[in-house]
């Protein structure tokens, strides 16, 4: 029999203690923190040497729970750069990247295999290399034999997946540093003003109720969500959602954007698993082994932006209108700052906190898996 959401543990200290050994939302809590330090540390190290570089294009190489930052420095720049950016997580480097290009390696723990090896190809290559990750750590050593810049970062009992801002903020300060776009150090305050915020409300003490976080896990728990983001930044969101409500809560999640998604999305409001149709769990005379167990009903997470930019007709709005008229639940994350990164840190904080609690509520330890493990095991084989 498979782990059974429990809402009361959500809302009781000495159970979440217990399941929460790696002090998961403690680290979360503390994104804000670790965007103000990594700016102190990012200076430190010297990351302005940037601003005397004029690449020809930029890589950013990260895999696993770092995807997301290579994703954020994607969408940032997208629009506003004339200079290509690509991102890369395995195999090589792709075969432009040389002496007149920079190279952005991204690894919380400064050990990740993949990562390792594509900053020293760009060492080998003689891109001007810069690395964010553990002081001391193997990813530092390449760095410093490349002469680049490594901005060293320290979340205490934090994982890739709860590190997200320590990691995005030297990238987006690089950014920034290479005329790519436009982040200032007062949009950093801000974005760290809105981690504080969204921990706020979603807080262990919230109660179940009243906390955006848990209401949100409680509603996964029970169906089988697809999460929506819109435009390039909601693109980012939406995979970075799923992620985390896969690895963290141990459920399943499809994810789109709009507006190219929306038809597939859609589409699966006609299907098997759409409110009214999904299997036996409103029959009162079912018989499950006769029948068969019912199946989890589909839910739309939606995350919106309701900044006032935001306004007038969306394709957004239509989705939902549709999967209400077809009796699909919706979960509604809205954002509504103005600016799409500080939209974005709103949605990646409210949902991080929801994969947490999912996993609590079922009874897991949000930060690890003996199936993940396992896997680990036989790849060093």
Known sequence: MGAVFDEARLDDEGA???????????????????????????GEAGLDRLREVEPRGVVVAAAGGSVAVADLFEAISRGASALPVQSCSSGSLPGWVGTLDVVIAVSQSGRAAGTLALAAEAARRGAFLVTVGAADSPLAEVCARAHGVHVPIAVAGSSSRTSMWAQATPALLAADALGIANVSRETLAELADVLDRAATDARPASESFVNPAKVLATELAESTPIVLGEGPFGEVTARRAASMFGRTGRVPVAYGCLPDAASQIVACFDGPLASGDSGNGDDIFADPFLDGPSRPPLRLIMLRDTSASGEGPRVADTVVSVAEDAGVRVSLVDAPDADPLLRLAHHVALTDFAATYLALGLGFDPATSPHVRLLRGARAL
């Open 16 to 42: 979440i203690a217990s399941l929460d050994r790696s002090e998961s939302l403690r680290a979360l809590a503390g994104a804000g923190a670790q965007v103000r330090r990594t700016v102190a540390a990012a």
